[in-house]
């Protein structure tokens, strides 16, 4: 391109090449992208018939058996001719009328929803809750079992779409990733809007599953931006949104700040991040402690420089069981000993085929009730020992109110460490146990009882 010049003294047109325009400053651009509804909208490509519908997922397949089965025998009725196999199998589904599927109203027992279409949503079903509540909320939703291979399989064929794409991207579950758009062709475009459009439509093709994306200067503001346009949403947020577009939401939103710290805060009176933001730094140091004070108000401020790390690795490892019927510590005492000994096993043998070791070991109660609670004690050396895990979890165990009945019991080990990166440094009783409160808890004799 050209650049016409005329002199002011002579008059005279003077072609020039362009001035080269300053190329707009390389910033950080961190996304982070959801899937919408995951597991739901994986169901929905099997059963595109009950598109807009309200639908849950949840409950083991044993519960829905016998209208699966219905369905089989009906796919099989529509098209007899066809050989029973995994293709026409599939094109059979999604000739199932609507009405043959089972009905939320229609279900009875323990489990939870593992999450809900939008259309369920509007009703005010989702993730967590129990199916016979949200039955009362919504009787007509559709009910599908869970299928985590099915998810896992589009967990896995979602991210290899986004990694062709742009390559620095951090696994954070089955659903969600962050993604360093930085220096990736068109991540700085219209502030990372360009990229996002073009990885949402790319897994759309591929899937047929929607995402949302936020794109910040980091993970922080990323993983908060994404939620602000589902489904199918990009928000794009600058380091100067922070006052209009986070101040207002409430300090649950920030990543991190859970519903006890939140309790906390209100106690304070802080209800919105931009109140939290207001707070002086020293004064959430002397309240909340040094790092975690530091840390309120650096996210407050939209600040965190946490890289996006591409391999990652587990933070703990945890085995938990729901229990046919609740069972009590006491009356219950075998039956319950025998159930945490076998979840500690299960731990213990997961840390040892993964490669890990950790220090920090933890117990979930679930009560009658449904309320919970969690425990943990740190040791100074790490194991991957299932007797010392059954020691130290017994701790824990003993130190959590058990006059309810439980209706679930969990077994985490956490501050993993690789196995290899500490030759030598593994015992297989750690004695020493500093509880994460820092005081030394006496030690009990484990030898086949609960605690
Ligand atoms: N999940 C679960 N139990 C929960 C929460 C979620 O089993 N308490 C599962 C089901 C979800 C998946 O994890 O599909 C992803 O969780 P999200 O919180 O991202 O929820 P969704 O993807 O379902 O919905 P959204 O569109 O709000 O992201
Ligand atoms: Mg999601």
Not at 241 to 258: F, Q, S
Request: proline share 5%; aromatic share 6%.
């Amino acid at each position: 391109m050209a650049w016409r010049h005329r002199s002011p003294i002579t008059g005279v047109w003077a072609c020039y090449p362009c001035p080269v325009p300053s190329p707009s400053p390389t910033i950080r651009r961190i996304a982070h992208l959801d899937m919408d509804a995951f597991y739901a909208s994986v169901e929905l490509l099997r059963y595109p018939q009950l598109k807009d519908l309200p639908v849950v997922i949840g409950g083991g397949r044993a519960n829905v058996a016998a209208a699966l089965e219905v369905l089989r025998q009906q796919a099989a009725e529509d098209a007899p001719e066809l050989e029973w196999d995994a293709a026409a199998q599939r094109a059979a589904l999604r000739r199932i009328p609507i009405d043959a599927f089972a009905r939320l109203a229609d279900y009875t027992g323990r489990g939870v929803i593992t999450t809900a279409t939008y259309a369920a949503r509007q009703f005010g079903v989702g993730s967590a809750m129990g199916l016979m509540k949200a039955a009362k909320l919504c009787p007509q939703a559709i009910l599908l079992p869970v299928d985590f291979e099915e998810y896992r399989r589009y967990s896995r064929l979602f991210k290899s779409i986004i990694t062709e794409i742009a390559p620095l991207m951090e696994d954070r579950g089955v659903d969600e990733v962050y993604i360093d758009f930085t220096d990736v062709p068109g991540g700085q475009r219209e502030g990372g809007r360009v990229l996002a459009r073009l990885i949402q439509k790319a897994i759309l093709d591929a899937t047929g599953l929607t995402c949302s994306v936020g794109v910040a200067p980091n993970k922080l503001l990323a993983k908060m931006a994404s939620e602000f346009n589902k489904p199918r949403g990009i928000s794009i947020v600058f380091e100067a949104d922070v006052p209009t577009k986070v101040w207002p939401l409430a300090c649950r939103k920030i990543n991190g700040i859970g519903p006890k710290a939140d309790e906390k805060l209100k106690r304070f009176g802080i209800e919105t991040i931009g109140q939290l933001a207001e707070r002086d730094l020293q004064w959430l140091m002397d309240t909340f402690g040094q790092r975690t004070g530091a840390w309120l108000h650096a996210a407050s401020h939209g600040q965190d420089d946490r890289p996006v790390v591409t391999e990652s690795e587990p933070v703990s490892l945890s085995r938990e069981t729901t229990f046919e019927r609740d069972l009590h510590a006491v009356r219950d005492r075998a039956e319950l000993g025998a159930v945490f000994t076998r979840l500690c096993e299960q731990v213990a043998a997961d840390l040892q085929r993964k490669g890990y070791v950790g220090k920090t070991i933890g117990i979930k109660l679930r009560y009658d009730d449904f309320s919970g609670v969690t425990r943990d004690l740190t040791v100074e050396q790490y194991t991957d020992d299932a007797k010392t895990i059954r020691q130290l979890a017994g701790q824990c165990l003993k130190r959590a109110p058990l006059q309810k009945k439980l209706r679930l019991l969990g077994v985490r080990v956490g501050a993993l460490a690789n196995r290899a990166d500490l030759p030598g440094l593994i015992a297989k009783s750690a004695l020493q146990a500093v509880d994460s409160a820092g005081a030394a808890p006496e030690l009990i004799a484990v030898n086949g009882e609960l605690f």
